[in-house]
């Protein structure tokens, strides 16, 4: 969609229907961090109040942020071991690694002070500077639509920021860590965008910005279950998308495994753990399951948005995973009729829409785990998420041991115990 739309569309406080350009897309210059980071921008020492935002938020990034540590994890000897494996040299220079690591916008668009040791930095969130850098502070009010239109990402819309944070924490088809990265020694991906989005503020970390009255008056504002949602929403879309695309299936003999159930493969044989699930359809044991945590949330979040799309979804979600038995052609036709569904709840879902049915949602999540469907771990994980936000948001703070308890349980992956996470989320559900 246009800019011009846009900003026509920001000031109605509604954006989620528009896809903005991502930060490494586009044509505009970053500038780099350091063009932020003066005391009077955004470097000062501590938090002021004399402005709308934090001022301290370069401190934040660098003291607070694994953002900011990114390259330096390039070189690191987890790094070095996984590119001499991969054999591509040093990680600090292979594309494929700074591609999520840094801000890798071509040399063209770096301004004077970019430096790509910065890691991801500001503007690989908030969008090259080139054309806002100048005005994006102006006073007596911050404009904010024509910001957005002069390039700044709208970090602050869940439906963008989601596919923001995915670009690296699931990957696209430009970049992706492939199960030849994973095999290499790379860390497994799982994201969730209101539990990730909040891991800023935990382990004693710090967000580098804060929702106030001053925040409301320039940008709506949103409940986490509203950014649950359109993040379970975008990654569902955005791993259907994957396997639309010609990576998936290179004509190798094997697909693109990264997009799989990497426990499906990577479990104990001692301890037979498959069970027939209710979305698996008749699929039956011994097949590869792609990863579909986030679909498996989306059905969740269909069940108390509208029953008739749900079952609809259910359906889809169980051919998805018969056809993994046929063809590459089967599994993509079910992902576009996963897709059309995705569509149609997205459709259904606005900032209010959840706004009552918390309770009902949590109650379906319990009531689904308690009956086994979530044991696999990828469902299980993002099960716990789901649950844990919606536990907070609801505000039951009786809760709270018994979802340590059930996050304990999915500390470590290699002794992860199905029925364990089973009896723990039915516990919760008592
Ligand atoms: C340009 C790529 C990129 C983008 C965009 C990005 N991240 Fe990250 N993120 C990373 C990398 C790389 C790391 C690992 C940093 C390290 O430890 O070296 C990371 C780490 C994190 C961590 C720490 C995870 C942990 O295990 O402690 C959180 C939380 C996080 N990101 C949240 C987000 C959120 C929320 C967004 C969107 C607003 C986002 N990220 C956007 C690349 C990115
Ligand atoms: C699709 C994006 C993507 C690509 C490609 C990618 N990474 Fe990562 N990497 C991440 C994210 C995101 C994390 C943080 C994961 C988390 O904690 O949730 C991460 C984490 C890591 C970690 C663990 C960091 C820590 O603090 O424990 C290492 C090491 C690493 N990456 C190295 C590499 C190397 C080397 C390459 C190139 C071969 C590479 N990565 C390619 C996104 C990517
Ligand atoms: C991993 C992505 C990411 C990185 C890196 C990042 N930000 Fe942010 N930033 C966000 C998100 C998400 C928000 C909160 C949502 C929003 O935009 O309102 C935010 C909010 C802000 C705000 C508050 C906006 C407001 O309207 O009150 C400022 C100011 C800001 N960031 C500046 C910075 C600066 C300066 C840096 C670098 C030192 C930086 N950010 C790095 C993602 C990021
Ligand atoms: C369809 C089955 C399958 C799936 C799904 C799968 N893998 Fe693998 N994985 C394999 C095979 C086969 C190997 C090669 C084993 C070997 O080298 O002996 C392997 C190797 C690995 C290794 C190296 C093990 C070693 O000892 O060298 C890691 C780490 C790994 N995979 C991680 C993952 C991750 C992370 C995922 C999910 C994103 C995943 N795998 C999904 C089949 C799978």
Request: charged residues 20%; proline residues 4%; glycine residues 8%.
């Amino acid at each position: 969609m246009s800019k011009m739309n846009r900003l026509v569309c920001c000031a109605l406080f509604f954006c989620a229907t528009v896809s903005a350009e991502l930060p490494d897309q586009g044509a505009d210059r970053h500038m780099g961090v350091a063009t932020c980071a003066a005391s009077q921008c955004h470097g000062s020492a501590a938090p002021r109040d004399s402005s709308g935002v934090m001022q301290n938020e370069y401190v934040t990034w660098t003291r607070d942020d694994p953002h900011s540590k990114a390259y330096a994890t390039l070189s690191s000897d987890a790094s070095r071991a996984i590119a001499a494996r991969l054999g591509i040299g040093s990680a600090t220079a292979a594309k494929i690694c700074l591609d999520c690591h840094a801000d890798n916008v071509p040399a063209a668009r770096r301004g004077e002070k970019f430096q790509l040791s910065d890691g991801v930095g500001c503007e690989a969130c908030h969008g090259g500077a080139e054309r806002w850098l100048s005005t994006h502070y102006n006073t007596p009010a911050v404009d904010h639509a024509a910001n957005l239109a002069a390039g700044l990402y709208p970090t602050g819309e869940p439906e963008e920021r989601a596919r923001l944070c995915l670009s690296c924490h699931l990957g696209t088809a430009d970049k992706f860590a492939t199960h030849r990265i994973m095999a290499a020694g790379h860390p497994r991906l799982s994201f969730e965008l209101d539990t990730f989005t909040e891991l800023w503020r935990t382990a004693g970390r710090q967000p580098h910005y804060r929702v106030d009255a001053d925040y409301a008056s320039r940008k709506a504002t949103y409940s986490h279950s509203y950014v649950w949602a359109e993040g379970v929403i975008a990654e569902a879309r955005a791993r259907m998308g994957l396997v639309l695309h010609r990576n998936f299936d290179s004509g190798a003999m094997f697909p693109e495994l990264g997009l799989y159930d990497c426990h499906a493969c990577h479990r104990s044989m001692k301890s037979v753990q498959w069970r027939a699930l209710p979305r698996h359809g008749n699929a039956g044991p011994g097949l590869p399951y792609l990863n579909d945590g986030a679909l498996v949330m989306s059905l969740a979040l269909a069940r108390v948005v509208d029953a008739t799309l749900a079952s609809g979804f259910q359906e889809r979600l169980a051919e998805l995973h018969v056809s993994g038995s046929r063809d590459v052609a089967s599994i993509r036709t079910a992902a576009r009729r996963l897709l059309e569904s995705l569509d149609a709840l997205d459709r259904k879902l606005g900032p209010a829409t959840l706004a009552q049915r918390e309770p009902q949602l949590l109650r379906e999540l319990l009531a689904t785990g308690a009956k086994g469907n979530y044991i696999d771990y990828v469902s299980a994980e993002q099960a716990f998420m789901a649950v844990q936000m919606l536990v907070f948001e609801i505000g039951d703070t009786s809760l709270n041991a018994r979802l340590d308890t059930l996050g304990d349980a999915l500390s470590d992956d290699e002794r992860y115990s199905p029925a364990r996470f089973r009896s723990l989320l039915a516990q919760l559900g008592e």
